[in-house]
């Protein structure tokens, strides 16, 4: 059975890779287009710079945040001032450390599904006199949705299981800061906190596995749907 204090900490790890999909999905859908539809200069290096939190030590990307968003930094003056929001030792912060690390994740997916869709059938809906926007609501989306859910699954995953941005960034405050990753952490660090760590660990893996089966899930009915389009 999973105390009180578990159950807040599950609640808010939720909460917070919740949170942080929702605020990298547009800008990661605006990337991945970019890099799907235009060739400008510069789109190697905006390749690197997406792909930089999967190969950067997550310490030096908590830092990063620390120095530009914590109380003296001057993003985190701005975002205060005119945002009225506070990242630094926040839930909030937890949430963004989780959408930068996870942004790869998201980015990929929804990049490959642009680039698999016919451009012959956007074509086609602006012959018949859609706009732009009517054909990226009635055509893009629609066919992009595969590779948009499988990148929000494993980036909700990846949100989840953040440790070393999140614990530079906003610290290990219980019932505040304190996401699955940073209890387990906290009760591998007391001697009788195994069982605790254990029972996390189980829900941490089960979440897991359940995200991972999904975008495989996800990414197979893409390929299928690829396939059924081309024939």
Do not use: C, H
């Not at 890099?35 to 990063?64: C, K, N």
């Amino acid at each position: 059975m999973l105390t009180g204090g578990e159950l807040q900490i599950i609640l808010l790890s939720l909460k917070v890779a919740a949170t942080a999909m929702a605020a990298a999905l547009p800008l990661a859908f605006f990337v991945a287009w970019a890099l799907a539809r235009w060739r400008f200069r510069g789109r190697s290096l905006l390749q690197a710079i997406t792909t930089l939190p999967l190969v950067l030590p997550p310490v030096v990307t908590g830092y990063v945040l620390l120095v530009s968003f914590g109380a003296n930094g001057p993003l985190g003056w701005l975002s205060r001032e005119v945002l009225g929001l506070e990242f630094a030792f926040r839930w909030t912060g937890a949430a963004l450390a989780a959408a930068i690390m996870a942004f790869p994740l998201l980015v990929r997916p929804i990049r490959l599904s642009l680039e698999a869709i016919d451009p012959g059938l956007e074509e086609a809906a602006k012959t018949l006199g859609a706009g732009r926007l009517r054909v990226l609501a009635t055509v893009v989306l629609p066919l992009s949705l595969p590779g948009i859910l499988a990148g929000v699954i494993l980036g909700f995953a990846k949100a989840l299981g953040e440790f070393g941005a999140t614990i530079t960034f906003v610290s290990n405050i219980p019932g505040q800061t304190q996401t699955l990753s940073l209890a387990i952490y906290s009760f591998l660090q007391s001697p009788t906190g195994d069982m605790a760590a254990l029972r996390l660990i189980g829900i941490s893996v089960l979440l897991a596995i359940g995200a991972i089966v999904a975008s495989e899930w996800v990414s197979s009915r893409l390929a299928a749907g690829g396939a059924s389009s081309r024939d």
